[in-house]
């Protein structure tokens, strides 16, 4: 239970979970204490549930059951999918707001490269390691134009994976498929290897890895587009800026994109917001996707496969809207509104009447 569930509560839906299996027994230390909130609110017992099974079928069962209106969920591309489809299959269809699928690209422009290289390199890596890469929001492309500066950063961001220690990732299927990822790409004979973090005994461990492709072969292979959920990343050289905003073109949907830039890179940035726009869901400039802040602004969502819904945020204030369904009253005497709508805002909510806001 996080995000999803806070969010679904405060729009008063009952929430049923279904826990993961990597994490039994957190699931159980959070669902009793959320059981004893909903004890000491004297809410109903069912307004929080908890059930717990291994593979696909209990999820499944949940989106297909009538009394489920809708549904949150975060993991992977086809997990996420095969669930949009089960919820669209039912005679009354249901939304499904899912996190899957992001590599977060980085646009290191030149006059920033120039400027501070080293100090981006630095933070690049600092921020692909973080947690062993197992965020959302993990810099997974890196995307600069070809030349010097550009190597510079290379190098530097390639001594600072070496240096980096190996760190155990959650489960071992998350384990498994960063090798699968790490492994496509050093066998992709358009992609080159610049460096692996350090190797440590031990099971389920991740060794960053980072790699370089040129523009051109980005373009011409939608397989190096694909997530690697781990401390992996992928720099794509561009031979001008005319290539840097077609690769930027043909990226899929995102949960953030992020401008390193100087003063003089604001020509290019501008350039390039209207695609970034289309593309992600939050635009960075000069900072990092990795930390996802709670708060009025926030955006936690984008277009597919970053989500299943561009429209939706799962993090901020907003994200209680996924669970919120719009009705109209028309002509209600007063003693029939809800206590919300009556005159004199007995609740002293934040309403707008006739276009004007008052409290």
Known sequence: AGGDTASALAAGCPVVVKGHSAHPGTSELV??????????????????????????????????????????????????????QTAQSRPQPIPVYAEM?????????PEALKAHGQALAEG?????????GQFCTNPGLLIGL????????????????????AQTMLTPGIHAAYQDG????????????????????????????????????????????AEVFGASALVVECADSEELRRVADQLEGQL??????????????RQLLPTLERKAGRILANGWPTGVE???????????PATSDSRT?????????????????????????????????????????DGKREK
């Open 146 to 165: 070809a030349g010097p500066e550009l190597e510079a950063f290379v190098d530097a961001a390639g001594e600072a994976v070496k240096d980096s220690s």
């Open 101 to 109: 699928s992001s590599i977060n690209p980085v646009f290191l422009l």
């Open 313 to 353: 945020t799962s993090v901020g204030s907003a994200a209680i809207q996924r669970f919120l369904r719009p009705v109209c009253y028309q002509n209600l005497p007063e003693r029939l509104l809800p206590e919300a709508l009556k005159d004199g805002n007995p609740l002293t909510v934040s309403r707008l009447v």
């Open 294 to 304: 709670v708060c009025h602004a926030m955006v936690h969502g984008g277009p597919y």
């Open 256 to 269: 953030t994109a992020t401008l390193q830039m100087d003063d003089g890179d604001q020509a290019l940035a």
């Open 31 to 84: 669902g009793r204490a959320i059981q004893r909130a909903v004890a000491k609110c004297e809410l109903p017992e069912g307004v929080f549930s908890l059930l717990f099974g291994s593979g696909n079928e209990i999820g499944q069962a949940l989106v297909a059951d009538p009394r489920i209106q809708a549904v949150g969920f975060t993991g992977s591309r086809r997990g996420g999918t095969a669930l949009m």
């Open 124 to 132: 690049f890596v600092a921020s692909l390691t973080m947690g062993a």
């Open 182 to 225: 790490v492994g496509m790409l050093s066998a992709h004979d358009k992609v080159r290897q610049i460096a692996r973090g350090l190797s440590v005994d031990g099971p389920h461990k991740c060794r960053a890895a980072l790699f370089v492709t040129r523009g051109a072969d980005f373009l011409a292979d939608e397989a190096l587009q």
